[in-house]
């Protein structure tokens, strides 16, 4: 009986002290006002069409990425944040079967003479609204827009002989929903889908523009990412 009588002693202790403890990192973390800063990062997938041509995906030309995201803005309320936010995406050819087949360095000299490789890149203004900005786990949502950049470049080193295809166009919707756990820092996950249209192609070889115009057939796309961010400032 004493045993017993302990036991719930020890967790009644124990369950006030985790009470306690979460009240008081509540309470020394309210709502953060002014300057805030995030870093994202994940995975991106490619879907949908590059531009209106027959088999021209997103997914041909470009293969998943690694992003690399910067946010910057500020908290004009306990809920709003605005700002602007900068993206890199670095990955490889997509599944294109006669780029695939360039980019395969198949000599025997044991030299990697041919590289391959895609890079995108975002720029634009956003805003969010956290659903529980005082407390331990702040779920959120954001919706932004801007200027998004695509290129995939091949190089043969044997050649000496590079050519880029540079693709330009519009985020004209970036939406994402996630969550944060708030202490010095919010760090929790997301998920992102931004919608956009590809408007301008460039081709470059050894870095001379040879070909440049208005994307005759347009087609919208969209990155799919899943991920993780860390909030300065939460």
Not at 20 to 42: C, L, N, Y
Request: aromatic share 10%.
């Amino acid at each position: 009986m004493p045993l017993k009588r302990t036991a719930v002693g020890a967790t009644a202790i124990l369950a006030t002290f985790v009470a306690v403890d979460a009240h008081a990192d509540s309470a020394e973390r309210p709502p953060s006002h002014g300057f805030q800063m995030s870093i994202r990062t994940g995975v991106s997938f490619p879907t949908g069409d590059a531009t209106g041509a027959s088999g021209d995906t997103l997914g041909r030309r470009y293969a998943w990425q690694i992003p690399l995201a910067l946010d910057l803005g500020g908290k004009v309320s306990d809920s709003v944040y605005v700002g602007g936010y900068l993206g890199l995406g670095f990955g490889g050819e997509g599944s294109d079967f006669v780029t695939e087949s360039a980019c395969r360095d198949d000599d025997d000299d044991l030299q990697n003479d041919i590289a391959c490789s895609a890079f995108s890149f975002r720029l634009g203004v956003e805003g969010e609204y956290s659903f529980s900005p005082g407390e331990r786990w702040n779920p959120w949502i954001g919706y932004g827009v801007g200027f998004e950049s695509s290129e995939e470049s091949i190089e043969d080193r044997r050649r000496h002989y590079r050519e880029t295809q540079i693709s330009t166009g519009y985020t004209l919707g970036k939406i994402s929903v996630g969550v944060d756990r708030r202490a010095a820092v919010g760090f929790g996950p997301f998920l992102e889908v931004a919608l956009g249209r590809l408007t301008h192609g460039r081709t470059l070889v050894n870095d001379a523009e040879v070909g440049s115009g208005t994307i005759p057939a347009q087609a919208f796309h969209a990155w799919i990412t899943l991920g993780l961010r860390m909030v300065i400032r939460p």
